[in-house]
């Protein structure tokens, strides 16, 4: 939170205690209750600017031009005991040049990235860093 208000400048921690169930359609907006440590530079009707983290998650992400793609079926390219095997994935967002994947690929397998041309599955390929 920031107060540039008289006296205290600078942004101070504190806790959300209740969000309002409704919203004001016009303005797009709704009230959020914050409770605030008890500081004596803070005074009653002082102007604040609340800012909200929306969390983080993890989340295991391929390569767009890692994942082939026919009709609905989306699979990448896994090494697997030295040979490429086709996995077939389920994928989420894209976030810039990349793809979420919710589910059919493990952290830490390897997958095949850049993919060449006319591989298949079985085909002798070489994990590097």
């Given at each position: 939170?920031?107060?540039?208000?008289?006296?205290?400048?600078?942004?101070?921690?504190?806790?959300?205690?209740?969000?309002?169930?409704?919203?004001?359609?016009?303005?797009?907006?709704?009230?959020v209750k914050?409770?605030?440590?008890?500081?004596?530079?803070?005074?009653?009707?002082?102007?604040?600017?609340?800012?909200f983290?929306?969390?983080?998650?993890?989340?295991?992400?391929?390569?767009?031009?890692?994942?082939?793609?026919?009709?609905?079926?989306?699979?990448?390219w896994?090494?697997?005991?030295?040979?490429?095997?086709?996995?077939?994935i389920?994928?989420?967002?894209a976030?810039q040049?990349?793809?979420?994947?919710?589910s059919?690929?493990?952290?830490?397998?390897?997958?095949v990235?850049?993919?060449?041309?006319?591989?298949?599955?079985?085909a002798?390929v070489?994990a590097?860093?």
């Amino acid at each position: 939170m920031i107060c540039p208000a008289a006296g205290f400048s600078g942004s101070i921690g504190a806790r959300v205690s209740e969000i309002m169930p409704s919203v004001d359609a016009a303005s797009r907006s709704y009230i959020v209750k914050i409770d605030l440590p008890p500081l004596a530079a803070l005074r009653s009707g002082m102007f604040g600017r609340a800012v909200f983290s929306l969390g983080k998650r993890r989340v295991l992400a391929v390569p767009t031009g890692s994942v082939r793609e026919e009709g609905q079926l989306r699979w990448v390219w896994v090494v697997d005991a030295g040979q490429a095997r086709a996995r077939m994935i389920t994928l989420g967002e894209a976030h810039q040049d990349r793809r979420e994947v919710l589910s059919g690929l493990n952290e830490g397998e390897r997958i095949v990235f850049p993919v060449p041309a006319g591989l298949t599955d079985g085909a002798r390929v070489e994990a590097r860093p």
